[in-house]
């Protein structure tokens, strides 16, 4: 029974929480105000120097940095994975009483920042996502411009994404663990 627990938690850590931190990190990027992308370099390259032949303007990549579906469907990824991820903790729990660790110091750890994780994502990530997708213009809700609110998120959500780092290396070194690493 242990090893099914713990599959399943392992599976539902890498099938949940993976597409969440991946989304959320894309997240700022397609939520900024188009009026905030970087000018381009209208500098002509020169025509004469091997390699910089200038490609036909139907060649070029499309600036997609700033598009509302896509930070929309980004949401919407955090938003159901969350539900999703939900299944992490319950079976990991479920994971530690079987293995008789819960009262061990890395899994107390892991809980805390566990714990830490779902809160910054619940409190913070999703819902200055859903303020900048809700404000049309410059500004979201609470007033900032929407380059410095997706800026605040963007380091949100690498403080989540680092989070879930130090919580998989606790995970597999087990500091302290009798149940070997």
């Not at 990549?61 to 539900?83: K, M, N, Q, S």
């Not at 061990?104 to 994780?117: E, G, H, Y």
Request: glycine share 8%.
């Amino acid at each position: 029974m242990t090893k099914l627990l713990l599959s399943v938690h392992v599976l539902a850590a890498i099938l949940a929480i993976g597409p969440i931190a991946v989304a959320a990190s894309l997240f700022p990027r397609f939520a900024r105000d188009p009026g905030d992308a970087p000018e381009p370099d209208d500098r002509e390259p020169d025509a004469q120097a091997p390699g910089n032949a200038q490609e036909p303007d139907d060649a070029r990549e499309p600036d997609d940095r700033r598009d509302p579906a896509i930070a929309a469907f980004l949401h919407r990824i955090c938003r159901g994975y969350t539900v999703v991820g939900l299944a992490v903790p319950v079976f990991g729990l479920a994971t530690g009483a079987q293995l008789g660790v819960l009262g061990d110091a890395w899994l107390i750890t892991s809980i805390v920042l566990t714990t830490i994780a779902a809160a910054l994502l619940a409190l913070a990530i999703l819902p200055t996502q859903q303020r900048l997708l809700a404000a049309p213009d410059g500004t979201d809700t609470a007033g900032n411009t929407r380059a410095a609110a997706a800026t605040r998120l963007a380091m949100t959500t690498g403080i989540f994404n680092l989070l879930w780092a130090i919580v998989v290396v606790l995970m597999i070194v087990r500091p302290g663990s009798t149940t070997g690493a």
